[in-house]
C-alpha cells in the first residue's frame, strides 16, 4: 500500500526551469556528434508541434496557439523539458489551400511566405529561444512528387533563400531541408543500384543545401527518399557542406520492433561485395536526427497505428511489438541520436493530448465561408496529456530523462495515482506514469481499504458501482 498512501499527500511536480533570454549556443557537428560552441556534445530530445500558421489559426478549436504550445511542451513544472522544438512549415498552410493532400508545386509565392513567417513562425521561433530550446525550421512538404520535378525545386529553392537569410543570425535555429522527399522510391535496391539511386537524390539535393550554405551557416538536417527512411544513405556518400547531419522517421508500420533493429534499419543493405560499407550505421560517423517518431492506437498505420497487445495479437499486426515506444526509446537513449517526437497536438496524428471540452472537426481554416468553430474560448485550454497505451505520459518522461530531470521530479511519477485516459478511472495506481502489472497488485491489496473505498469511484473499473474482486480482473484484462 505504500505506493498509494505516498499519494494522499497531493502532488509535487519538478521545479520550474529558468529558461527567460536564455542564451544558446550555435551548434556544430563534430564527427558524428552535435557540439556546442565549446566543443562540448549537446544531446537535444523534444517534440513536434503542428504547423504554427495552423495552430494559430485553429486555436479556438484547439484551445491553443503556437507559442502557448511551445509554452507547454517548455514548462518544467507540466514535466515538460524539450530541449528542441521542431516547426513544421507546410506549403498547404503558407499558400492557404485546401488542408489534405499537398498542393502542386509552387504552392505559395515570396509575399506569402513572409506573411507566413513575420505572423505565425517568427513568434514560434522566438519562444523557443525565450524557453531554452533549440528551433528546427522544417519545410514540411508531403505529397508524391519526384524529387527530380523542376517546380517542386523552384518552390524549394525560393522557401530557403528566404527562409534560411530571415533566420541567419538565430544561433538556436535548426534547418531541416526537406521533411519527407517521395517519389522514386526503387524499393529493395542494393549494391551498385543503391549507390546510383542515392547519387540522383544527392544530385536532386544538394543544391538545395547550397542554396541553405549561401545564406546561412546554422546546423542544417539533410532528409532522404522513402519518406527520410534512408539515412543510411550517409554512409554511402555524404552531401557537400558543413555542419550537415542526417534525419530519420520511423513509426511502427515501417518495421523496426526491439531495439537491436533499428541499427540495421540504418545501416546500408546488401551482401557480400558492394561498393560501400554495409555493417556500420550511419549514427556511428554523421550525426542522426530522428525528427518524427510516435505511436496512436487509434490511428492508422502511417500515423503510428498497430502498437497496442490487441493490434499485435491480430493478423494485420502480428509483426509488431507492443513495447514499441519502450524499445524505441531504449534505442535512442542507448546511440547518439537526437530525436523529436510527433505530435505535441490533441489533432494531428499520433497525438498526446485530449481537448478536455466539445470535440469537433475544425474544417478548412483557409475557405473564405469557413469559421473556425470556438470550443475553447479561453485559451490556453489544458489539455489532457495521454497515456497506457497512447504516448504522451511516454514521450514527456523520456524528454525528461534526457534533459538530466530525475524521474521522481516528474507529475505521475511520485506515487499520486492517476487517471491516464481521462475517463475518471485511476488505472496508473504506483505513480509509475504507465498502467502495468503493478497497478493490478496495487488493486488488489489495497481494495478493503478505508482509503479504497473512499474512492471507489475512481477505482470502479467494471462499472458496477461496488469496490470487488471484479474491478481487479477488470484492470488487469485492461492492462494486457
Known sequence: MGAVAAGLGGLTGGAAAEHADTELSRLRRDGNQIVDADGERVNLHGINIADPKRVDVTAPARGRDAVQTIDLATDADSGWHSTVVRLPVQPVDIGEHQPGSGPDPVAFDEDQLERYCSNHLDAAVEKCR???AYAIVDYHRHRDIPWTDDTLSEEVTMFWEFVADRYAEDDHVIFEVFNEPQGNPNYGASGQELVDWWGTWRDAAQPWVDTIRDNADNLTLVGSPRFSQTTFGAVIEEFEGADLGYTLHLYPAHGPTTPADYDSFVTPP???DVPYDNATPAHEIVPVFMTEWGYDPDGGPAAGGGVTKAAANSAAWAEHDPNYGENL????A????????????PLWQPRMFERPFEVGATGNPYAADNEVPEFAPERPADWSLLGGDYQGVLVRNFVAEQAGVP????PGMDGVPRDLDGDGQWEDLNGNGQMDYDDVETLAEVQDSDWAQAHSDELDFDGDGDLTTEDVLSLYYESL
Request: net charge negative; charged share 25%; aromatic share 12%.
Open 407 to 410: 524521474a521522481e521530479d516528474l
Open 329 to 332: 526509446t531504449e534505442w535512442l
Open 270 to 272: 546488401g551482401s557480400g
Open 334 to 345: 542507448t546511440r547518439p541520436v537526437h530525436s523529436t517526437a510527433w505530435c505535441f497536438d
Open 130 to 132: 525565450e524557453e531554452g
